[in-house]
């Protein structure tokens, strides 16, 4: 019954949308047929994401949909035909290849415990300090989530830390600091690189749309630092939020000589070097990080490294999100829509800091409380249509913005995961959420800004 409402109110959105732009309410706002086309299916897509009236993915197709048998047609009887192909081939695009790439190789160390192994290493070999475990824990889960997925990140070393957590005295505020240093360390490190976390790569995407294409070791190169600088924020937060015994913390003995050395965990760290070396020298070799990416997925799944069950354990939801997502900006695009929006705006004698600022805040705040990819695919076909008002620095302020926003658990999965431990109360996760959130927002608007400027080459 809890779902009913959300679901009432959603569908409600939704069809009021779509019946105002069928009756032709938007036309006094100025905008031309195709125009209100655009922003009724904007209306169905937000109604939609962010009441989660349907699962995330079938609204990407909600919106395939509609642009099919309703922009399509308008576009056509207005003169401005466009190929139903630009519809559909987000779905396929060059990012969501990169992705794939990217869930495969994850899906491929995690089966054979390559994860799992580094992990047990790094906690056995932090020290028995809360301070120093925490430093261990967090860079290790900000280092995978960069390659692997954040959520299943949380997942392993989750299942590695809450025996040494819950090892400490049930009063001992340590225990919820050593609990949310994984779910937030992971978040923080899904910036690093494109392939960290969805917002990344629909930036990327976009990125190429704007006329300023960025490689993966560009992206590193400014992503990197910022993760860095967060880092060192969230420990020093936990450590002062959650302040709690300091002394040492009885560390199982990791055991990993489990493992055994096989032909297939050769063929995969193989693979994992090749590809990422791959998406590093881009610029030398001259393929895109999607055909880098097709590298894991064919060399994986030819050599039986992984299976058909593997395969149907991809989050392919996720890349229908994301599809979706860049199928809204060829919408809003192509219906004139994002235009007419961008004309708009007061953006004439604004400071650039003050356009990135609102949409720093605007990400974060939506992302607190929805899917962090619905944010990013709802905001940034408007920041591309914001061009020189804002500069390709908006996407990234944006796709950053998305990631780190993390005060409550249904904020990211990774905090929905250190959620259901029952060892945290939402209060225990909001206090140092907001601050994570609010000091990363500031980062981004200082140092990222100055960082991008010199090494990104955007100014």
Same mark, same amino acid.
């Given at each position: 019954?809890? $779902?009913?409402?959300?679901?009432?109110? *959603?569908?409600?959105?939704?069809?009021?949308?779509?019946?105002?732009?069928?009756?032709?309410?938007?036309?006094?706002?100025?905008?031309?047929?195709?125009?209100?086309?655009?922003?009724?299916?904007?209306?169905?897509?937000?109604?939609?994401?962010?009441?989660?009236?349907?699962?995330?993915?079938?609204?990407?197709?909600?919106?395939?949909?509609?642009?099919?048998?309703?922009?399509?047609?308008?576009?056509?009887?207005?003169?401005?035909?466009?190929?139903?192909?630009?519809?559909?081939?987000?779905?396929?695009?060059?990012?969501?290849?990169?992705?794939?790439? $990217?869930?495969?190789?994850?899906?491929?160390?995690?089966?054979?415990?390559?994860?799992?192994?580094?992990?047990?290493?790094?906690?056995?070999?932090?020290?028995?300090?809360?301070?120093?475990?925490?430093?261990?824990?967090?860079?290790?889960?900000?280092?995978?989530?960069?390659?692997?997925?954040?959520?299943?990140?949380?997942?392993?070393?989750?299942?590695?830390?809450?025996?040494?957590?819950?090892?400490?005295?049930?009063?001992?505020?340590?225990?919820?600091?050593?609990?949310?240093?994984?779910?937030?360390?992971?978040?923080?490190?899904?910036?690093?690189?494109?392939?960290?976390?969805?917002?990344?790569?629909?930036?990327?995407?976009?990125?190429?749309?704007? =006329?300023?294409?960025?490689?993966?070791?560009?992206?590193?190169?400014?992503?990197?630092?910022?993760?860095?600088?967060?880092?060192?924020?969230?420990?020093?937060?936990?450590?002062?939020?959650?302040? *709690?015994?300091? $002394?040492?913390?009885?560390?199982?003995?990791?055991?990993?000589?489990?493992?055994?050395?096989?032909?297939?965990?050769?063929?995969?760290?193989?693979?994992?070097?090749?590809?990422?070396?791959?998406?590093?020298?881009?610029?030398?070799?001259?393929?895109?990080?999607?055909?880098?990416?097709?590298?894991?997925?064919?060399?994986?799944?030819?050599?039986?490294?992984?299976?058909?069950?593997?395969?149907?354990?991809?989050?392919?939801?996720?890349?229908?999100?994301?599809?979706?997502?860049?199928?809204?900006?060829?919408?809003?695009?192509?219906?004139?829509?994002?235009?007419?929006?961008? =004309?708009?705006?007061?953006?004439? =004698?604004?400071?650039?800091?003050?356009?990135?600022?609102?949409?720093?805040?605007?990400?974060?705040?939506?992302?607190?409380?929805?899917?962090?990819?619905?944010?990013?695919?709802?905001?940034?076909?408007?920041?591309?249509?914001?061009?020189?008002?804002?500069?390709?620095?908006?996407?990234?302020?944006?796709?950053?913005?998305?990631?780190?926003?993390?005060?409550?658990?249904?904020?990211?999965?990774?905090?929905?995961?250190?959620?259901?431990? =029952?060892?945290?109360?939402?209060?225990?996760?909001?206090?140092?959420?907001?601050?994570?959130?609010?000091?990363?927002?500031?980062?981004?608007?200082?140092?990222?800004?100055?960082?991008?400027?010199?090494?990104?080459?955007?100014?």
């Amino acid at each position: 019954m809890r $779902g009913v409402p959300r679901r009432v109110v *959603g569908g409600s959105i939704a069809t009021l949308g779509v019946g105002a732009g069928l009756l032709g309410w938007f036309a006094p706002m100025g905008l031309d047929g195709p125009g209100q086309t655009g922003l009724s299916i904007l209306i169905v897509a937000a109604a939609l994401w962010i009441t989660e009236a349907v699962p995330l993915f079938v609204t990407s197709f909600v919106i395939l949909a509609l642009a099919q048998v309703w922009l399509g047609p308008e576009l056509a009887s207005a003169g401005e035909a466009v190929s139903r192909d630009a519809f559909t081939s987000p779905f396929f695009s060059d990012i969501i290849l990169l992705f794939l790439g $990217g869930l495969s190789l994850s899906a491929a160390l995690n089966k054979l415990r390559y994860d799992e192994q580094l992990a047990r290493w790094v906690i056995r070999v932090s020290g028995s300090s809360v301070p120093l475990l925490l430093a261990g824990i967090m860079t290790l889960s900000a280092f995978l989530s960069m390659f692997l997925s954040n959520t299943a990140t949380t997942a392993m070393m989750l299942t590695l830390c809450l025996p040494i957590a819950r090892s400490l005295a049930p009063g001992d505020a340590s225990r919820k600091a050593i609990i949310l240093a994984v779910p937030f360390a992971a978040n923080i490190g899904g910036v690093g690189t494109p392939i960290g976390t969805p917002p990344n790569a629909i930036a990327v995407q976009y990125l190429a749309e704007s =006329g300023d294409p960025i490689g993966f070791g560009r992206w590193m190169l400014l992503g990197i630092p910022f993760v860095l600088i967060m880092l060192g924020v969230v420990w020093a937060t936990l450590l002062l939020v959650h302040r *709690g015994s300091r $002394g040492a913390v009885r560390l199982e003995r990791q055991r990993t000589d489990d493992i055994r050395v096989s032909w297939r965990r050769r063929l995969v760290l193989v693979v994992a070097v090749l590809t990422v070396a791959g998406w590093l020298t881009g610029p030398w070799h001259g393929f895109s990080s999607g055909t880098v990416a097709l590298l894991p997925v064919v060399v994986l799944f030819a050599t039986g490294v992984l299976d058909r069950h593997d395969l149907r354990g991809l989050s392919w939801d996720v890349l229908l999100i994301m599809g979706g997502g860049l199928c809204l900006g060829v919408v809003m695009a192509a219906s004139g829509f994002a235009a007419w929006f961008v =004309g708009h705006l007061p953006t004439d =004698g604004v400071p650039t800091w003050a356009v990135l600022a609102v949409l720093a805040v605007a990400a974060a705040g939506m992302s607190s409380v929805m899917s962090n990819t619905a944010s990013a695919n709802l905001l940034m076909p408007i920041v591309l249509g914001l061009g020189a008002a804002a500069g390709p620095e908006a996407l990234l302020t944006v796709a950053f913005a998305c990631s780190v926003a993390m005060p409550l658990p249904i904020s990211t999965p990774p905090n929905a995961i250190a959620f259901s431990s =029952g060892e945290l109360t939402v209060g225990d996760m909001l206090k140092p959420g907001l601050i994570i959130t609010a000091a990363a927002i500031a980062v981004e608007l200082t140092f990222a800004r100055v960082w991008w400027g010199w090494f990104g080459g955007f100014v």
